[in-house]
């Protein structure tokens, strides 16, 4: 098998709504379609809540109740926001070490005829195909000045 | 430890040059001149990238019994092994979270049309 040269995994899928109202759904009702259970929320079976600050610099939050009270992660910050075509953060998983991260760049766009699939919502606006691409190229920069002599992105 | 060297492997390939590198390398090993003449990068620069790549692991050299100046480059599978199992990890996380976001977008599309307008 070839290796991957790349740190970048590419994932889409398409929806039946208008790129903005998807962008809208994706940002302002992530609690509600995000997994929940152990493996996708921190807060485990408690549910919390889940959040993006809807602007630049804006954090994506998940709060949650431990034994010790309610909590607040900060998976990542947005580091681009340009509604209602894309935006991209700063992805922290819940295994990542401090200091590590990857950059996720979501974008929204009208499904185009003719390549495959033809699709129009009800108010005939076309549907939207949501692409989300996450790179690692970030993780631990400071690594990278440590170990190559300050050579990094 | 393996964490360590996924992350080296993931600041090696943050650079297209050193992309570009594997690249060529994923087709045979190939000596430094044959890089550098690809990629049309100068010596020190190709040099540059092939120690970072070497260091993090990603290559290995090998010397020509025939002429001990000549270098042949070609690259380990164990960090490819490990990335391409991050990646996989990466993408079956996302493409997880992409259908549950479908589905609820399915679901409250479907509330604002109302009952019967489907």
Redesign the interface.
Known sequence: ???????A?T???????DPA??FV??TE?TD????TGPK?RIGGKERGKLWFEPRLGGRFVEEFSSPSGPQAFTKGEITVWQPPERFRFEWR?MNF?PG?S?Q?EVSFEAVRRGRGLRCV??AGRRCGR?I?C?T??????S??RR??GG??? | MAKAELNTTLVALADRNRRAVVDLLKEQPRRAGEIASALSMTPPALSRHLRVLRRSGLIDEQGVEQDARVRIYRLRKEPFDQLREWLGGVESFWTGELAAFRDHVERSTGRRRGPGKR
């Open positions: 098998m070839m290796p991957p040269a790349s740190d995994v994932v889409s899928v398409t929806v039946s709504t109202t998807a759904i994706f009702e509600l379609w995000w997994r996708f998983g070490a590590e990857t996720v919502t009800r949501i989300l996450v690692g190229a970030r993780v631990l920069n690594f990278a170990d190559f050579e990094s992105r």
